[in-house]
């Protein structure tokens, strides 16, 4: 794909493929002042027919990516453009061992873990007249405090 331009999906040109790394496409652009910036082949369309590369990102984000000067910090690129590999790995890896303050508790989990009894169970007793509000149907009221008898 070397010599291919680059444009993005604005139909802005964004410049001309310089190299292939991986699964990086080098481009350099500018006409004075050149700058080189990675692109995920992930977002990039080749027509090898035009030798042109088709771009699924506007011309403005690729020009706002971490430039390339030599090695090409591919950590600062996945997380310029939202990829996974530019984060890091959440504390659940998906084995179901949860750690007591991670995210992936559910409402439900939380709830058993501090103590309190989950709703979904709390509305199962109530249906089956388990509860202390008074008669099935019929809720029991409190008196008014304000209420001057």
């Known amino acids: 794909m070397n010599g291919y331009e680059v444009i993005g999906s604005d139909d802005g040109k964004v410049g001309e493929v310089v190299a292939v790394e991986g699964d990086l496409l080098i481009v350099e652009g500018g006409l004075l002042r050149k700058t080189r910036h990675a692109i995920p082949t992930t977002f990039a369309h080749a027509n090898d027919d035009e030798r ?16 390339v000067d030599g090695d090409v910090d591919r950590h600062a690129v996945a997380e ?52 202390d509000a008074g008669l099935r149907g019929r809720p029991i009221i409190p008196p008014d405090s304000h209420d001057p008898l």
């Open 52 to 67: 042109v590369v088709r771009l699924s990102l506007a011309k403005e984000l690729v020009e706002s990516s971490p430039k």
């Open 80 to 131: 310029h453009y939202g990829l996974a590999e530019g984060y890091e790995a959440p504390a659940t890896e998906g084995y179901g061992e949860l750690t007591p303050d991670d995210p992936a508790w559910s409402a439900e989990q939380e709830e058993r873990r501090t103590g309190v009894e989950p709703a979904p169970e709390q509305r199962a007793r109530i249906r089956e007249g388990e509860s």
